[in-house]
């Protein structure tokens, strides 16, 4: 009798936390850039516009991997409490985003005037990013994800 590997997540869940990856990378990169590129670095709106569309396009892309590693670097180094989170979730934000943002940015035409600005400011500011972003994608996916699943049998989803 041949041997079965047991199923891996069903499709619907895989495409969902895609979705949803999406979502939060996409509304919290935004929501954060528009102070930092436009207030701090001194950007024009239309510098703005342009440097936010490519990061449309490259978090659509990262937001996954992003979640992923966030997963992987919490199972080897997360424990319990605040701060454990606090230092996870801020060692991966940095590690993971600050070089795509220097990326997205010269891509976006801005200055090495602005890029250093706003580079050290996201820098300076992580420390108060990603936590809160751990904490929107953790909220996000409990709503979104958990109520989604209860509207489909268990056992279609594989879930235990």
């Known amino acids: 009798m041949p041997v079965t590997e047991a199923p891996g997540p069903h499709p619907l869940c895989r495409r969902r936390e895609l979705l949803l990856d999406i979502f939060a990378m996409n509304s919290f990169s935004w929501a954060i850039a528009i102070p930092i590129e436009l207030l701090l670095a001194g950007m024009s709106l239309q510098e703005h516009i342009q440097v936010r569309l490519l990061a449309v396009v490259f978090n659509t892309l990262i937001a996954r991997p992003f979640s992923i590693y966030r997963h992987w670097v919490a199972a080897r180094f997360g424990g319990r409490g605040d701060l454990n989170a606090y230092l996870v979730d801020t060692f991966v934000f940095l590690s993971f985003q600050c070089p795509l943002y220097v990326g ?26 990603g936590r809160p972003y751990g904490i929107y994608l953790d909220w996000l996916r409990r709503l979104w994800i958990n109520r989604r699943s209860r509207s489909i049998a268990p056992m279609a989803l594989n879930l235990q």
């Not at 997205?104 to 108060?128: P, Q």
Request: aromatic share 8%; hydrophobic share 65%.
């Open 104 to 129: 997205n940015m010269l891509l976006g035409g801005a200055s090495w005037a602005e890029i250093a600005t706003a580079s050290a400011t996201f820098m300076v500011i992580a420390g108060a990013l």
